[in-house]
């Protein structure tokens, strides 16, 4: 396909998405000085309860809070500012360790500037939410040439760890024992860590409250508002009004094939470490079912590199994202969510690209055949 007119519709996609959240954006920035969002909010106040030894705040539909203990720590240092500049601190920090963590694998400047003004980005930006941060951990957790800091990044996702599912499969296929015995050790010491400070409170918290709450979440009648960034196969099910077995069912199927996927991604030696971690990426938000739009900067970054490489065909497959990502509110507001339809898709196109279905043939294989 001619690449001016992918081109023209990624940015015709990237200004959609720019329009979308001009607005809240703006109001943002205008009430900067006494304002922090909702999101945040909830964390930090959930943080300084948990850190005084007192009950979590969970609000009816205004603050759910179901982090684990660890996430504590991550955000006691806002504690020490009001709290918009403790919002103004926590976006800057996770928009800087996107960048290091890109840059740091070697993802070109452009990558993140495609990236930088898609909805994964802008609302996580707006909501104060931590997918800036889980993704700066996740892009750090593919690396291949330090394995110990990919297993330190790993083991730093116990702060959300349905992300966290398919890295020990990866480090397990590749037998990349260092990142893997890392990954136990980091997790492992910010559990003690966070025992020690936060006290019993936090772990009774969650071990009981937090699990209820997140089912809760899923297992309401759709549609619901917080159920309307999710992109997760179950919530797509339920969108098309399956009943919660069949929901639950196809999303342990779509686990399960990610898994299976990701053993076999990893377990074969890769020329192209680009095509592999975005392919990786898609896997790890297909295996689980709480998983929101602003969770995906990391899959937008790796796209956007994957997109910019040599072979042209590529740069279809990111187009087609962003298309998704500036059509996504749309379909929601019809309806229905697609991201547990659409990213199965990018998921199989991105390990045909990895030679996954065809493991003898060569790794830079076209998505799709030239009829000329």
Known sequence: MNRTFLWLLIALAQLLMVALVAHPIL??????????????????????????????????????????PPFILLLAPTLLLTPPYAYTAWIIAGLAALAAAARGLGLPWRALGLALFTLPVTRGVEFGQSGLIISSLLLVSLGTKRPVAAGIAAGCLIIKPQFALLLPVCYLAERNWRALASAAATAATLLALSAVILGPRAWMHLLTAAPATATAILQMPWPQLFQAMMVSVFMSARSLHLALGPAYALQLCAGLAAA?????LWSRPTEDPTARRAATLCLVL??????????????????????????????????????FLALDGFIVNAGYSPGGLFLPVIATVLLQQNGVFHPRQAQQRPIFRSHH
């Open 27 to 68: 109001n943002l920035l205008t009430h900067a000085p006494s304002y922090a969002p909702g999101d945040f909010s909830c964390f930090r106040d959930n943080a300084g309860k948990l850190l005084g030894h007192l009950a979590p705040i969970n609000a009816g539909d205004r603050c759910f809070f179901m982090y684990p």
């Open 260 to 264: 299976a996927a990701a053993w076999r």
């Open 286 to 323: 297909l295996a689980t079912p709480y998983v929101y739009i602003y969770d995906l900067p990391a899959l937008t970054v790796a796209l956007a590199a994957f997109g910019l490489a040599a072979n042209p065909d590529r740069l279809l497959v990111t187009a087609a994202f962003w298309v």
